[in-house]
């Protein structure tokens, strides 16, 4: 889904819709959070894991620049 931010958040709302829209927004990350946080959290360590190795922290893994 390549949309442009201009067509997804236009200029012009008011402010009244700007928190509206605001909310809405965090209601639904907050929602998602809490039906997937197990496996957020699973995937992220899983991905943190392979950064570096806890016993040699100066050494980089090969996919760091």
Do not use: I
């Amino acid at each position: 889904m390549n949309r442009e931010l201009k067509t997804l958040f236009p200029k012009g709302l008011s402010d009244e819709a700007a928190f509206a829209l605001y909310e809405l927004l965090q209601h639904l990350a907050l929602a998602c959070e809490s039906r997937y946080f197990v496996q957020l959290r699973r995937y992220q360590a899983k991905g943190q894991a392979d950064l570096f190795d806890p016993e040699q922290p100066w050494r980089r893994s090969p996919a760091d620049p």
